[in-house]
């Protein structure tokens, strides 16, 4: 007799859901395959030779640190170099070690702030479309959701007035935890939250009493425009928690997240962590931090940033010479990041159009798997970061192809 498992699962395991990007990105593994789908930074661009040299040393001379377990909170040294980093990079002052926790990947200090604020009687505010790895972190916690449109310079602050105060009006306002923003460069839309909404969001936080999550993985990697004060600087840590990465600017694989909030709500993160995982791996927070004392990362950062500027280029002038002869459909000039979220006209569903994608060897992330609620969209999300730039041009071609054929053959072009 085998266990009967699933008889055996939690409401909280009930929950969960693989990733669908991944079962997607299965096709894309054939050689003829071009696909936009990947939302991981090039390998090339790892500092593998400085990493290295640097991982040698702290296994043998400071192995009692690296080795070792450590403190909930991680590497008091990377701290240092962090402290500085938001100073330099946002001009971010008056933080300390107490100010901040490390966590692996910032997807545990959303699976943390999920597990701590929201269960099936909360709320959270989550945008249209939304970062996949936030609707499933909160989600898994039975979370209810608001959910606010997107626009093109960040949410629709008019319809999120509209719904909180209508929680305020229904005596349900206490149940509305936090507002989820990307604010740089948006996983998937591309759009970056300007200014005013900036600090609108933070007037809105405050006369409802929320606090913001604010999710900056891309801030570093701007390829035109200036750069646009954090929330977080501007609402400051009692209302506003920052979360950062090494995801995107240095390498996934070390899996260093990073929580900047009031010393009370790290307190809280420290422990939930605790029984988590007691404490994220010493070994690779000290590489970090060598790494950052020894080399500037910001001037590391630059060929990245040139290359990943080029592939941008190149993809958004194969849309204007495939695209721009099909009515009603537009495209997210994102400032950086890696995504260009490319939206077809009325009617088209990116999800049912993706088994003629197949055909043609082309592939992206349908719309749908940002969606909150299970929908039909007409959007889907480009990586340009991976293919060669020929792969980008034939790519984009051929998904006009793709975008021609259903759209024939469904009568909507
Ligand atoms: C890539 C990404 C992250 C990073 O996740 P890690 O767990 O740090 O690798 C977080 N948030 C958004 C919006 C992202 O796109």
């Not at 969209?377 to 041009?393: A, N, Q």
Request: charged share 30%.
């Amino acid at each position: 007799m085998v266990v009967n498992l699933e008889g055996k699962i939690s409401k909280i395991g009930q929950n969960m859901k693989s990733s669908i990007i991944r079962e997607i990105l299965k096709f894309a593994a054939d050689k003829d395959a071009i696909s936009f789908g990947g939302g991981v930074p090039d390998p090339e661009t790892f500092p593998r030779k400085e990493l290295a040299e640097i991982a040698k040393e702290i296994i043998e001379k400071e192995y009692h640190y690296t080795l070792q377990y450590s403190t909930t909170e991680g590497d008091p040294v990377l701290k240092q170099q962090i402290l500085k980093l938001l100073e330099r990079m946002y001009g971010i002052t008056g933080l300390d070690e107490d100010n901040l926790i490390f966590t692996v990947g910032s997807q545990q200090a959303l699976d943390l702030i999920g597990k701590l604020f929201l269960d099936d009687e909360s709320y959270c505010v989550l945008d249209d479309p939304a970062y996949l790895g936030a609707i499933n972190a909160f989600r898994q916690y039975l979370a209810n959701f608001v959910v606010v449109p997107l626009e093109d310079d960040g949410m629709d602050l008019n319809v999120l007035e509209r719904k909180l105060s209508e929680f305020d009006k229904n005596g349900k306002i206490k149940q509305v935890k936090f507002i989820y923003v990307v604010s740089n460069f948006h996983n998937p839309a591309g759009v970056t939250t300007s200014l005013e909404k900036r600090k609108a969001l933070v007037e809105i936080a405050e006369k409802y009493d929320l606090f913001i999550v604010e999710d900056d993985p891309y801030g570093a990697l701007r390829y035109e425009g200036e750069t646009v004060d954090p929330i977080f600087k501007i609402g400051g840590p009692e209302r506003v928690v920052l979360l950062n990465t090494f995801s995107k600017v240095l390498a996934p694989g070390l899996r260093i997240g990073m929580v900047a909030g009031s010393k009370e709500f790290i307190r809280k993160i420290v422990q939930a962590k605790q029984s988590a995982d007691l404490c994220s791996p010493a070994i690779t927070h000290r590489l970090a931090a060598r790494y950052l004392e020894r080399y500037d990362l910001l001037e590391q950062l630059k060929p990245t940033i040139e290359l990943y500027r080029r592939k941008r280029t190149v993809m958004l002038n194969a849309l204007e010479e495939y695209f721009s002869d099909i009515p009603g459909v537009k495209w997210v000039k994102s400032e950086g990041g890696l995504f260009i979220w490319l939206t077809l006209p009325e009617g088209f569903d990116t999800w049912e159009m993706f088994e003629y994608a197949k055909r043609k060897k082309v592939f992206y992330v349908p719309g749908r798997v940002f969606k909150v609620y299970d929908e039909p969209s007409p959007s889907m999300r480009l990586s340009f970061c991976l293919p060669p730039d020929e792969k980008i041009v034939e790519g984009i071609k051929r998904l006009r192809e793709v975008v021609l054929e259903y759209g024939k053959e469904k009568h909507l072009l």
